[in-house]
């Protein structure tokens, strides 16, 4: 059963970055997005390294992340959680949903190849959609590489999980059919990100989450596991992405250039025009202090525009 965020729960929301490198405009997106909407709304904005894939951490990227937060004038409230410290919580919740959790012996290209065979459709990331292979176990001479979760059967109306985005309005996602019965320890031995970010959202207290609409697609899986393991429901908000020249989400991993930490102005106002909220900031703002009460007003202004986010209703 989902429990829904109570409204008279205090805001509580949060930035979560891989430090897999330094943060770019894209990154400062969604970290203005997340800031300003816990300030709006008087809450606290946590900060967590999210990083359980250790094949991506960059030595010093976590703290290089902190300095440009802060170089931006933006302060977190309380500790930083760090997930590869986390890991006997990820094996706790794991072990609350056994009744739901199975090994799997797949590769990624024996799934890619059934589900080619079959011609089954693909996920809307591109990958294949897993058709349930082992889920009544292992064949004879095989080893389990993963554990996957069971989703609902295709004929269960529990596989339609449906949410309002604070952005784009309502969604819904057929688990089955979009999703599959899906991954929560790879087979190198790492946590996955969907049950990490659960569990971690769960201990946090998170109310609100405000991230980049990159990842809406993870939405219904994270809600589906927050369900089993009596987690609350947070609201959720995808804000848009920052593209490249190429068209392409700005990214580490193509090369998104880092921000400028000698004119943290000039970043933070691209990324305000972004979102927006051009026309609330005065062209004399001179510092960084000055732009957020300004910005923090706007994106109240932004908010209102969108039927979804009207300020009397997300309190």
């Not at 079959?118 to 058709?131: C, V």
């Not at 994270?222 to 920052?242: C, D, E, S």
């Not at 400028?260 to 202090?289: H, M, Q, W, Y």
Request: include cysteine; hydrophobic fraction near 40%.
């Amino acid at each position: 059963m989902i429990k829904p965020h109570s409204p008279q729960a205090p805001y509580i929301g949060r930035f979560a970055p891989s430090p897999s490198g330094p943060l770019h405009a894209g990154s400062l997106v969604a970290a203005m997005a997340s800031y300003l909407d816990a300030r709006l709304h008087g809450g606290a904005w946590l900060l967590r390294m999210e990083d359980i894939d250790e094949t991506r951490t960059v030595p010093d990227a976590g703290a290089a992340i902190r300095q440009a937060l802060l170089g931006m004038g933006m302060q977190w409230d309380g500790e930083v959680l760090v997930q590869s410290e986390r890991k006997a919580r990820y094996q706790a919740a794991c072990a609350q949903l056994a009744a739901q959790v199975f090994a799997c012996a797949c590769t990624r290209k024996e799934i890619l190849d059934s589900v080619t065979r079959i011609g089954l459709p693909l996920a809307a990331d591109g990958a294949a959609i897993y058709p349930g292979t082992c889920r009544n176990g292992v064949a004879e001479g095989r080893i389990g590489r993963t554990l996957r979760i069971r989703v609902p059967d295709a004929d269960d109306p529990a596989r339609l999980i449906h949410f309002d985005d604070r952005w784009r309005g309502p969604m819904t996602q057929d688990l089955a059919r979009e999703a599959g019965d899906f991954v929560l320890k790879r087979a190198d031995g790492f946590w996955a990100y969907q049950l990490a970010v659960v569990v971690d959202d769960a201990d946090q207290g998170v109310t609100d989450i405000v991230r980049g609409a990159d990842l809406i697609d993870s939405t219904a899986r994270q809600i589906y596991l927050q369900g089993l393991l009596g987690a609350p429901t947070p609201r959720y908000m995808h804000v848009p992405l920052l593209a490249g020249g190429d068209g392409e989400k700005l990214s580490k991993q193509n090369g998104a250039a880092p921000l400028d930490l000698n004119d943290p102005l000039r970043e933070l106002r691209d990324c305000a025009r972004f979102l927006g909220l051009e026309e609330g900031i005065s062209a004399s703002t001179a510092t960084v202090d000055a732009f957020w009460p300004q910005a923090v007003a706007a994106w109240e202004k932004r908010l209102n525009t969108l039927p979804q986010t009207k300020i009397g209703n997300a309190e």
